[in-house]
């Protein structure tokens, strides 16, 4: 599975964007997508997940503002940024990875498959 992602922007605080992520490749009713973002000078951090395309769940500083969703065809999945603010700065990648159990969504080493990510600044 080959994971692309986009979307990515320059947005003023309160503003929205949408990134997307496209799999090529077989992907089965068992994968679990997710996005991670990265910070300048911190670690990777989980932003949200679809386990096993059904459940969502998400960090508790995007609940509420950020809503994680996949196509039909479970080929594209999206990430729904609201109410941005200067603290959401950060590149965004997307990962898959099939079998994971519940607890380990929230992992970054668990992912088998990620996309290059995307970059999405927030300016106050």
């Known amino acids: 599975v080959q994971l692309q992602a986009s979307g990515g922007g320059l947005v003023q605080t309160g503003g929205s964007l949408r990134l997307s992520c496209t799999a090529s490749g077989r992907t089965s009713s068992g994968t679990s997508v997710a996005w991670f973002r990265q910070a300048p000078g911190k670690e990777r951090e989980f932003v949200a997940a679809?386990?096993?395309?059904?459940?969502?769940y998400y960090a508790d500083s995007v609940k509420g503002r950020f809503t994680i969703s996949r196509n039909n065809a479970k080929t594209t999945f999206y990430l729904e940024m609201n109410n941005l603010k200067p603290e959401d700065t950060a590149i965004y990648y997307c990962?898959?990875?099939?079998?994971?159990?519940?607890?380990?969504?929230?992992?970054?080493?668990?992912?088998?498959?990620w996309g290059q990510g995307t970059l999405v600044t927030v300016s106050s």
């Open positions: 990962a898959a990875s099939e079998s994971l159990i519940l607890s380990s969504i929230y992992g970054s080493d668990n992912y088998k498959y």
């Open positions: 679809i386990f096993r395309f059904s459940n969502t």
